[in-house]
């Protein structure tokens, strides 16, 4: 399968002699090739979706969501076929699949419903015969750029919004996950997306991404990804003047209190820290747990992870699956050595699979550390695998201090059965996303999704929130008085 670029309704070979192979990451069997394109591309991309704007912002916002509602009907459709592709590119279980799947198809619903609403407001005004109101306006082009991990959900947070709001886009995905943003456009084409509404463009980063950028055209950019990329992405739009959302990392901790219900709390850190071999910007790295339980959640914590069957996603007794390829596995094993050389204790795992039947794949066996150090390096950074660090502490106020220490705020999770524990933490856990008795995976659509800090930049995808970044509020007065009134100037 090679792949072609969607650009005004078209799917268009680019002309590029740069292209890069697909790999599957639990065998590294090569699923087809992806082109690098060029700034030509992204320039005809840009063209064809700013021609196509102007017309679709002409149509009423519940006609627009009319496409969203037929996407969704599309994702539902598709669902196990979609799942299973997304298995075999990205490597998640194919549980977790048919999940990720899901998100988008709620995503379409919900976003579609919103094409019946785009609320506005409306205002007094300080003069006599004069009406005030707000509305929300289209944008323009906006460029998305999206992670592998979540290649079909994220796209979604973006992509949706953005076309209920009147805008269209040009969309570079993960050069890792182009499969997944293929289908996605295949299903655009299907439910008859006019021409240009919906662009794609494959490629790197440092090229087509930076050329995205920097186009006068393109007047939003989404972008989640690390926080390294982010802050180029943001240093680029910023120079440029583009409104940029940034959604990067986390440095997710679960916080396990005195009174927690262990086993609970057992289960939601393995779910959380282990399911897509800990590749989900939410997942939790971090368990912050009271002196008094600490023994006894790791002896339950090294039983729920004797469980935990490691190998190709789309075997249904799998758990654990691949990670997305050799670099992230290099870049885990590192961080293992790292944490190693700082004196943390390794209480499981700690080494790539590469045995029969592991010896081809990208597989990493989910590690715990112990006695942690809240400053050493696997404490702070985002190593964005199955790695997950105890750090011992002795009351809430400790807990909570630990878990703001780190540079990113994305989500934190809190066990206790204390109802006044649970308060102070839902208030002062400096997280954009709080999970009370739960893990740190697991956000739903329709609330803002993102973080704190390193994590963002203030905006947030999904929920209502989204439509803040694909939408300019526009003030309008209508004076009825029929004459000249000077708001501000003293007229009596
Ligand atoms: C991500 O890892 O970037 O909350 C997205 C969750 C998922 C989305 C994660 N619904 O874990």
């Known amino acids: 399968m090679e792949l072609k670029n969607f650009i005004g309704g078209k799917w268009i070979e680019s002309d590029t002699l740069r292209k890069v192979p697909i790999i599957n990451p639990a065998n590294e069997e090569i699923l087809g090739e992806v082109p690098l394109s060029t700034n030509s591309e992204v320039e005809l991309a840009v063209s064809a979706a700013k021609d196509a704007q102007k017309r679709w912002a002409l149509i009423p916002a519940p006609k627009r969501a009319d ?22 590119e990205m490597g998640k279980v ?8 899901q998100e988008g198809i709620d995503m379409a619903f919900y976003m579609a419903g919103e094409g019946r609403r785009l609320f506005g407001e409306t205002t007094p005004s300080e003069l006599a015969d004069k009406f005030a109101m707000s509305v929300r306006s289209p944008i323009g082009v906006v460029g998305l750029i999206t992670p592998w991990n979540f290649p079909i959900a994220i796209a979604t947070w973006k992509s949706f919004p953005a076309l209920v709001a009147g805008n269209t886009f040009v969309w570079k995905p993960s050069i890792e996950t182009p499969m997944m943003a293929y289908e996605l456009g295949k299903i655009f084409e299907e439910v008859g997306l006019p021409d240009g509404v919906a662009n794609i463009v494959f490629g790197a980063g440092t090229d087509v991404g930076t050329a995205l950028i920097e186009h006068p055209d393109v007047k939003v950019i989404s972008f989640t990804g690390s926080n390294a990329t982010g802050s180029k992405v943001a240093e680029l739009g910023g120079k440029h003047l583009k409104k940029v959302s940034l959604e990067m990392g986390g440095k997710n901790a679960v916080i396990v209190m005195d009174d927690a219900d262990l086993k609970l709390a057992t289960e939601a850190i393995i779910w959380s820290a282990f399911g897509t071999a800990g590749q989900r910007c939410t997942a ?4 912050i747990v009271h002196k008094d339980v600490k023994n006894e959640l790791e002896e339950q914590l090294l039983e729920g992870i004797s469980k935990l069957t490691i190998g190709d996603g789309l075997d249904p007794t799998v758990k654990v699956g691949p990670v997305i390829n050799r670099a992230a596995l290099e870049k885990i094993s590192h961080y293992v050595q790292i944490g190693k050389q700082e004196g943390a204790r390794l209480l499981v795992g700690g080494s790539a699979l590469s045995n029969p039947p592991f010896d081809q794949g990208y597989y990493f066996e989910p590690t715990i550390f112990t006695d942690v150090k809240n400053e050493m390096t696997i404490a702070q ?6 790695v997950v660090s105890v750090i011992e502490v002795n009351s809430l106020e400790e807990a909570i201090e630990v878990n703001n220490s780190v540079k990113f705020g994305l989500s934190s999770s809190i066990f206790s059965q204390d109802v006044n524990k649970i308060f102070k933490a839902q208030r002062d856990l400096d997280t954009g996303i709080v999970y009370i008795n ?12 993102g973080g704190t800090k390193g994590t963002g930049n203030g905006h947030r995808d999904s929920g209502q929130a989204a439509l803040d970044v694909y939408t300019e509020w526009k003030s309008i007065y209508i004076d009825y008085s029929g004459k000249l009134q000077r708001a501000q100037i003293d007229t009596e």
């Open 67 to 88: 496409y969203l509602y037929e996407i969704g009907y599309k994702l539902k459709e598709k669902k196990e076929y979609l799942a299973q592709v997304l298995t075999k």
């Open 94 to 101: 194919i549980e977790e699949a048919r999940g990720e799947v």
């Open 284 to 287: 939790c790295s971090r368990v």
């Open 381 to 386: 950074e985002e190593i964005f695998g199955p």
């Open 438 to 449: 739960a893990g740190t995976t697991g956000a739903e659509i329709h609330l803002p999704f």
